[in-house]
């Protein structure tokens, strides 16, 4: 299955994809979040659109927000792929480096991403990322695999002075306001069949900026998992962000960062594409 969420931010209704075609399932009565995911939902989603036939169908111009309701934590894993340690002049890493971003960074797949004040550093980072399916603590690496979800694309966004410039961790630099872009949609395991050879991409105002495949992960998905449940519990609907590919603003001679009025578009094979406009920064 490949499952949506839509409508007015904060406001979202569930949906899901049946032949490129989207749905509105909210007489579900269920978000997309830790209680679906750790009750089953998906076998009771699934039931539920095999009996009815007839759910409203989305037009194609409703917003889209993030297809899994707000979770307990994102968990990114910097540095996974050799190409992008090396054009940011770090060691490839011995063990996953883990940082966590912050919930309140996401939006919706096509939403404005917002600069920061301040910010003279702001990055793009595309991703695949993963859904966890069940509660995760100790997994062994055999069978890690079995408590993933599915997967989404997510734009890791950063901001570089922040993350690496300003005497702290990375989470700095990870957790602005709109800095998680997740979706268009979440994909059930079963709709990739490898996720380990995939390719990734993202364009900034129509040129190619990253261009990329899972195939070069130096940690793979069942080994993240399970390294990441030794270190916290991991809770129905959580999100791993497994890494992204070289090509980041940070890697340029000279880097190169983001202004207002450019225009991001990225992608996965089979996970969709999104598109987002930045905005510069806006008082609340």
């Known amino acids: 299955m490949k499952l949506i969420r839509f409508g007015e931010a904060g406001k979202e209704k569930t949906g899901i994809i049946i032949n490129d075609k989207r749905y509105d399932t909210s007489a579900f009565g269920e978000d997309y979040n830790e209680q679906f995911f750790g009750n089953d939902g998906l076998k ?39 190409d992008h340690a ?22 919706g797949p096509n ?14 980072e595309v991703e695949l990322a993963v859904v966890i399916g069940k509660k995760a603590s100790y997994v062994a690496e055999a069978e890690a695999m079995n408590y993933m979800a599915g997967y989404v694309l997510h734009n890791d966004v950063s901001e570089r002075e922040f993350q690496l410039e300003r005497s ?83 890697g340029m001679k000279p880097p190169f960062y983001l202004k207002a009025g450019d225009v991001i578009e990225l992608g996965i094979d089979g996970l969709g594409s999104a598109r987002q406009n ?4 806006v008082e609340n």
Request: proline fraction near 9%; glycine fraction near 8%; aromatic fraction near 10%.
């Open 44 to 82: 009771r989603l699934a039931d539920f659109v095999s009996s009815n036939n007839d759910l409203p169908e989305i037009k194609d111009e409703v917003r889209l927000g993030s297809p899994v309701g707000r979770p307990s934590k994102i968990v990114c894993i910097g540095l996974n792929y050799v």
């Open 86 to 107: 090396r054009e940011t002049n770090a060691t490839p890493p011995p063990e996953p480096v883990i940082f966590l971003k912050s919930t309140t960074a996401i939006v």
């Open 111 to 124: 939403d404005d991403i917002m600069i920061p004040k301040d910010s003279v550093k702001t990055d793009w």
């Open 168 to 250: 702290g961790t990375w989470d700095k630099g990870k957790g602005c306001d709109t800095f998680a872009p997740i979706g268009p949609f979440w994909a059930t395991a079963d709709e990739i069949s490898d996720p380990h050879k995939l390719r990734l991409w993202l364009k900034l105002n129509g040129k190619i900026m990253q261009d990329g495949t899972t195939a070069n992960f130096i940690f793979d998905i069942p080994f993240l998992i399970s390294y990441t449940s030794r270190f916290m519990t991991l809770l129905p609907g959580d999100i791993i962000s497994t890494g992204t590919p070289a090509g980041v603003g940070l």
């Open 278 to 281: 930045l905005i510069a920064y």
